[in-house]
């Protein structure tokens, strides 16, 4: 445990704004700690007033509206269950050093179209629109959280990335909304812990569910019917049905205080450090290095309320400069011109 007074500094350091960030330094004992706990002792967050959290809700529309959903899905194919994996060939097997993109003519003769994400008049909702269509597939980490009081939590979160595997670090990013900040957030500001767990395809409609802003205190594994397991190294409960859960410890809140809007809760990105893996039975190889594509089936959100699955994979081996150059003219001519350029 981090005594209070130097997490209170640690955390109040990094709500400064976030274009003084770069020059922050980590406060050395912090740094050190491989299983930093954030605690209820942390500063809260500038309060959000009532008023202006109703207001904020008024004009918050970031979750698209789907009418009428059950009639349009009734008119789609079934969800093929069944459906295997297949491997083909990469788009261009024969690319070749110095080919870009090969019959990529017409999209070269388009222009781009530059947009300032920070334009006045610029809703941040088309900001949230925009990143969550371009930046896809983007796999789904499932976090379990308690509060302090034990109270549990699980929710979905696709602003979420593992981000190095030497330590195995992860990040997860909380959106701002009208009022509270969200319960998994304010969960790891309070404990420091959590389980990130994978969602397989077969999981969806219950990991979807569990994405409602239900009341705090009241949990989402009721809510889903998705089932616990215990955990070694931290509080919150593994979800059984994931083929893959990482326990983990937070490492670093980043709180973006100086892009908070009135009635709206702190934006913040959390570094989570692995403490502890746990595959399921059959999914990896024999000494646990390897998943197995077919039984983790991930889903990865795409734009909009979208999801995607994967039935097909393509391979394109790594290179490596002293193999190609010799087998390749361009190659072997940069070569030449950067000795010349020395
Ligand atoms: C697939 C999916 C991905 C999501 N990704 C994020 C995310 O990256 N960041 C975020 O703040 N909210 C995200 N949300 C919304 C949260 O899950 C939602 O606000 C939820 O109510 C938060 O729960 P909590 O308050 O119990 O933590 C996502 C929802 C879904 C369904």
């Known amino acids: 445990m981090i005594p209070s007074r130097a997490l209170g500094r640690f955390l109040s350091t990094y709500t400064t704004p976030a274009r003084t960030s770069l020059k922050y330094q980590p406060l050395k004992n912090l740094r050190k700690s491989s299983s930093m706990a954030a605690t209820a002792a942390a500063p809260a967050a500038p309060e959000v007033k009532e008023s202006e959290s109703e207001a904020a809700q008024k004009s918050y529309k970031i979750v698209q509206d789907v009418r009428n959903f059950a009639v349009t899905e009734a008119q789609r194919p079934d969800f093929d269950h069944a459906k295997a994996i297949e491997t083909t060939k990469s788009p261009y097997p024969a690319w070749d050093y110095g080919q870009g993109v090969p019959d990529d003519g017409a999209s070269l003769s388009q222009e781009h179209h530059e947009v300032d994400p920070y334009a006045p008049g610029r809703l941040s909702v088309n900001n949230y629109r925009l990143l969550v269509s371009a930046i896809a597939p983007r796999p789904v980490g499932f976090l379990s959280t308690v509060n302090s009081k034990g109270q549990k939590n699980l929710s979905p979160f696709s602003y979420f990335q593992v981000i190095d595997h030497d330590p195995p670090m992860f990040i997860v990013g909380f959106s701002s909304r009208p009022g509270r900040v969200k319960d998994t957030y304010r969960n790891l500001k309070e404990t420091g812990e959590c389980v990130i767990n994978t969602v397989s395809e077969n999981m969806i409609e219950a990991v979807n569910a569990t994405s409602i802003d239900a009341p705090y205190g009241v949990s ?78 991930p889903v990865g959100q795409l734009g909009g309320v979208s999801y995607g699955r994967i039935v097909s994979t393509f391979e394109r081996p790594r290179t490596r400069w002293s193999n190609e150059a010799p087998k390749s003219e361009l190659l072997s001519g940069l070569e030449e011109k950067e000795g010349e350029l020395i």
């Open 220 to 297: 989402e594994w009721d809510v889903s019917g998705l089932h616990e397991a215990p955990s070694t190294t931290v509080k919150p409960s593994r979800v059984k049905e994931s083929v893959f859960n990482i326990e983990g410890k937070v490492i670093d809140i980043k709180e973006f205080a100086d892009h908070q809007q009135p009635g709206m809760s702190i934006a913040a990105t959390v570094l989570i450090k692995a403490t502890r893996f746990w595959i399921k039975e059959g999914a990896a190889d024999a000494d646990f290095s390897h998943i197995d594509l077919d039984k983790l089936r």
